[in-house]
């Protein structure tokens, strides 16, 4: 690695609708493909990359539920969703030439693989990719609480939340409060007790009890991921 890099191994966490471009459904494929060339830049460098993707630009599980389905079903329909994202992504990392794995919590052989914690370290230790897929693989869980939960068992240094439109967490919605201001870092239990958004209150809560930090920074920032594990650009570290 380059020697200005300061993390070794890292998880990326980016919403389902990241992926969606401006179609308002769906997956973009031109859309994936820069979001991939990013990571790239940043597996270039030699960090180990872990990443967990949403399902939200195909199917919640909570709209499901507000809809009158029954919240496990829907749960389970959400999960699926990130499977098809997670091998979406799968796609465009190997075209550029980076081994990647789809690792799914619900074993489904011959899609993807099954977690298994050991072999998934082994696939970083070879420089692979790891794509989380189906969340936690249960119900009432959301992705943010996946990339918690694998990011403490890969022993990933930091999970880094990559947003669009906005680059880091604010005191107010910068959309509706011109004044609001970016911290630069911030506590879990302010997170929490502000109801700041940067993630779901039980995924903050895993993060502070391993002392995981957050680091919220703008994905469509382009070389922003890259910069940002250099400590360059702007974000917020969310931390003890
Ligand atoms: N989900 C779940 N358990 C998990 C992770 C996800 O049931 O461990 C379901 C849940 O229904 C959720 C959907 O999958 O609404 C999509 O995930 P999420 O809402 O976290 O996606 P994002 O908002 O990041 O796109």
Redesign the pocket.
Known sequence: AEPSVKYKRVLLKI???ALMGDQGYGLHPPTVARIAREVKSVHDMGVEICMVI????I????AGSAQGMERTT???M??L??VLNALGMQAQLEALGIHTRVIS?IPMDQVCEPYIRRRAVRHLEKKRICVFAA????????????ATLRANEMACEAIFMGKNGVDGVYDMDPKKHPEAKRYETVSYDEVLQKNLGVMDASAIALARDNNLPIIVFPLDEPGGFKGILAGKGTYTRVQG
């Open positions: 919403s389902g609708e949403g399902g939200g630009n199917f919640r599980g909570l829907a749960d389970y959400g999960m969703a990130t919590a969340g936690t693989g249960n119900p009432y869980f959301t992705t943010d609480t996946a």
